[in-house]
C-alpha cells in the first residue's frame, strides 16, 4: 500500500540507506510512484530509476526527483530490441527518450540485458551509445528471473561468451 511503502522508506532512512533504483515493472505505473519519490527525496536519499521508456511520459514532468534515469536497450536494431521486448515501439521510445534526457543533460545511462542473444552485439550498442551520447552504458548479465526462468536456456550465457563480453568491456 501506499502507506506501507512509506513506512519502508522511512526505515531505509533510519538504517543508514543513501539511495534507491527502481527498476524492473515500470514502477511509474504505480499510481503513488512519485509521492512515494518525493517522499524519498525529502529523506535526502538519491533515486535512480530504470526505464524501458514506454512510462517516461508518467515521469518526465518530475525529473527533479531522480539522481539519474537508465533506459533500457538489449539491441542496437529496432527489430531485434522490439521482438526481445516482446512490443512493437519500444525501441523507437526508449531512444525518445535517451534523446530527451541527453538534450536535457539530465543522468542518463543505456542499460543492456546482457544475454546470449545480444552478447555478439555489444560493439552495435556501444556505438549506439556513443551517437546518442549517453553519460554511462551499464550491462547487466541475465540472471533467470520473473519472464526469464522459462527461458534461461535460450538467455544464459556460457562462461566463454561472459569471458568474451568483459574481454570487450
Do not use: M
Amino acid at each position: 500500500t501506499p502507506e506501507q511503502a512509506i513506512q519502508v522508506a522511512n526505515k531505509l532512512k533510519a538504517s543508514g540507506v543513501t539511495a534507491v533504483n527502481f527498476g524492473g515493472g515500470e514502477c511509474a505505473l504505480r499510481k503513488d510512484f512519485i509521492p512515494l519519490c518525493q517522499h524519498l527525496k525529502n529523506l535526502g536519499i538519491k533515486i535512480s530509476y530504470t526505464t524501458n521508456g514506454t512510462t517516461f511520459h508518467l515521469i518526465k514532468d518530475h525529473l527533479h526527483l531522480f539522481h539519474d534515469i537508465g533506459v533500457s536497450i538489449d539491441f542496437a536494431n529496432p527489430h531485434k530490441h522490439d521482438e526481445f521486448r516482446g512490443v512493437e515501439g519500444t525501441y523507437n521510445q526508449a531512444i525518445e527518450t535517451l534523446q530527451y534526457l541527453v538534450k536535457h543533460n539530465i543522468n542518463n545511462e543505456i542499460v543492456t540485458c546482457l544475454t546470449n542473444l545480444n552478447c555478439k552485439e555489444l560493439k552495435s550498442i556501444y556505438n549506439l551509445a556513443k551517437q546518442l551520447k549517453v553519460q554511462h552504458w551499464r550491462l547487466n548479465r541475465f540472471r533467470a528471473n520473473g519472464r526469464g526462468i522459462t527461458n534461461q536456456n535460450e538467455l544464459n550465457l556460457s562462461k566463454q561468451q561472459l569471458r568474451k563480453a568483459y574481454t570487450f568491456l
